[in-house]
Antibody
């Protein structure tokens, strides 16, 4: 059974950088065949796709966040990462990591989510 | 892109059937057979319950079914059970915008 788990600071100061880790178990990121995604839920709003990374390092980002966003991975640790710079209160959200199959158009496994609050 | 529109809440009694709608545009729901639905119990990982409009992943109850007509997709939950009380989100592949996937606004299902 594939499992994903987000981890990282729950509080970030405005203008600083938000960093989250997604640890994958029950499957290897390096085996290919899947896109590893970040998705967030803003307070009182729906979900927003942030971006993905493939095992070979290829990424795709939400155009509205692209200038502040960086997604990376460490296949030796079976982890992938989210870095969002110059955060504001508008970036306060639950952040989820999720898996999507290479040929599929849905997210089959998700993490439980991590709440990140941007506040001084 | 705008989020897909869902009713904020739907309620039903045990055993009843409820339907949750998900309305988009021809650039997402109406243009592709790539609508998926997720069940989310707060504090837990969202769970995929329907993909590609009508398909159920292995292990998902057949009480959940999906359909689509034009720009509106629907999730039907039949034989409503207490454990169905959760938030439900639709999603669709999309083109022409800033993201390849859009999500619904979410529907809170209450079993009364």
């Amino acid at each position: 059974q594939v499992q994903l788990q987000e981890s990282g600071p729950g509080l970030v100061n405005p203008s600083q950088t938000l960093s989250l880790t997604c640890t994958v178990s029950g499957g290897s990121i390096s085996s290919g065949g899947f896109y590893w995604n970040w998705i967030r839920q803003l307070p009182g709003k729906g979900l927003e796709w942030i971006g993905y990374i493939y095992y070979n390092g290829i990424t795709s980002y939400n155009s509205s966040l692209k200038s502040r966003l960086f997604v990376s991975l460490d296949t030796s640790k079976n982890q992938f990462f989210l870095t969002l710079s110059s955060v504001t209160a508008a970036d306060t959200a639950f952040y989820y990591c999720a898996r999507r199959g290479y040929l599929s158009r849905y997210f089959d496994y998700w993490g439980q989510g991590a709440l990140v609050t941007v506040s001084s | 892109q705008s989020a897909l529109t869902q009713p904020a809440s739907v309620s039903g009694s045990p055993g009843q059937t409820i339907i949750i709608s998900c309305t988009g545009t021809s650039r997402d729901v109406g243009g592709y057979s790539y609508v998926s639905w997720y069940q989310h119990h707060p504090g837990k990982a969202p769970k995929l319950i329907i993909y590609d409009v009508t398909y159920r992943p292995s292990g998902v109850s057949n009480r959940f079914s999906g359909s689509k007509s034009g720009n509106t997709a629907s999730l039907t939950i039949s034989g409503l059970q207490a454990d169905d009380e959760a938030d439900y989100y639709c999603s669709s592949f999309t083109t022409g915008g800033t993201v390849p996937y859009v999500f619904g606004t979410g529907t809170s299902v209450t079993v009364v």
